[in-house]
């Protein structure tokens, strides 16, 4: 067999200059979270829960991620509507009250 040409289980004979192969199967691909797990946890302990599993304290860091961002958000129009580049915490509690 040609040192270009591999064999792929039930397929035949294949270029290796076509061989193609998503990294996402290589690699497990997550993204970074800006907020630290550990804090959340920390947090979610602090509201009574005994024990959270890493999947749940992944959704939960994601949810806050989310929220903040929405809340960042809505309180930046505000900044702006009042001609400021900068964000003060009366921004942040009207936005808080939209949502």
């Known amino acids: 067999m040609p040192s270009d040409i591999v064999m792929l289980g039930k397929l035949q004979y294949f270029p290796k200059k076509y061989l193609y192969i998503p990294i996402e199967f290589l690699f497990e691909v997550r993204n970074m979270a800006d907020l630290p797990i550990a804090a959340v946890v920390r947090i979610a302990k602090k509201n009574g829960a005994e024990r959270v599993g890493s999947d749940a304290a992944e959704a939960l860091v ?26 003060k915490k009366e921004d942040v509690d009207l936005a808080s009250k939209s949502n």
Do not use: D, V
Request: hydrophobic share 40%.
């Open 62 to 87: 994601a949810k806050a991620e989310k929220y903040i961002a929405q809340l960042t958000k809505e309180a930046n129009k505000l900044a702006e509507h009042a001609g400021r580049k900068t964000i």
